[in-house]
């Protein structure tokens, strides 16, 4: 069974620009969710997919957006970068429908740093 | 507004001795409760969960007890090891919301 993986693993992009980070679900899994993690503090969501659709979404600005593919697989967007995102971006899946939340598997993790 | 909290940041503890992370939440509505491990440049890993019908729930080395009348989770980890060490979170979920709502950590040091 493959667990969650996430690429790239570390990234450095200065202010102003764009980034796109990947996420493979665990094998299984119909569900992905993103979360941020700064430094010190615990992960806040950012948006769930289900069914390829974003069925859920925290307080972050339209700059944040994402994508599910047909193989679950998902990709974190992030615009015109601010020195406030550098963080851990997390990807995590899950099987279930929209209305659970169930057990969530973790991938790694890509740490982002903007200068 | 709701938030998950807990009342220490870093509890060192013996090997060998029982360790207790703490956690208390404010959303009356939360009924799904897990707790996280998350080691150094890793992500968190699923250690237990407990539904509000509960308050008792036991895994291999590690007991989750919920109090809902006071809003309160706590995780004993028995026989705490070296590899125990890491950061503990607890995060809430209420039926419906699709985020799990974290609280801020505490960073468990295993002492040899």
């Known amino acids: 069974e493959t667990g969650v993986t996430q690429s790239p693993t570390h990234l450095i992009k200065t202010r102003g620009q764009q980034v796109t980070l990947r996420c493979s679900s665990q094998?299984?899994?119909?569900?992905v969710s993103w979360y941020q993690q700064a430094l010190g503090q615990g992960p806040q969501f950012i948006f769930q997919?289900?069914?390829?659709?974003?069925?859920g979404r925290g307080n972050f600005p339209p700059r944040f957006s994402g994508l599910q593919f047909p193989n679950y697989s998902s990709e974190l967007n992030v615009n015109a970068l601010e020195l406030d995102d550098s963080a851990l971006y997390l990807c995590?899946?899950?099987?279930?429908?929209?209305?659970?939340?169930?057990?969530?598997?973790f991938g790694e993790g890509s740490r982002l740093t903007v200068l | 507004g709701e938030s998950v909290g807990l009342h220490l940041p870093t509890l060192s503890v013996q090997e060998g001795d029982n360790s207790i992370i703490n956690c208390a939440y404010s959303?009356?509505?939360?009924?799904?409760f897990i707790w996280y491990k998350q080691e150094s440049g890793k992500g968190p890993q699923f250690i237990i969960d407990?539904?509000?019908?509960?308050d008792k729930r036991q895994g291999q080395r590690v007991t989750v007890l919920l109090n809902k009348t006071v809003k309160h989770l706590s995780l004993q980890i028995a026989a705490t090891q070296p590899g125990d060490s890491a950061v503990y979170f607890c995060?809430?979920?209420?039926?419906?919301?699709?985020?799990?709502?974290f609280g801020s950590g505490t960073r468990l040091q295993v002492q040899p």
């Open positions: 995590a899946s899950r099987q279930g429908t929209s209305g659970n939340t169930g057990e969530l598997f």
């Open positions: 094998s299984g899994h119909n569900t």
């Open positions: 997919y289900y069914r390829e659709e974003e069925n």
């Open positions: 959303n009356s509505a939360s009924d799904y």
């Open positions: 407990i539904r509000s019908n509960m």
């Open positions: 995060a809430e979920n209420t039926t419906g919301r699709r985020a799990l709502t």
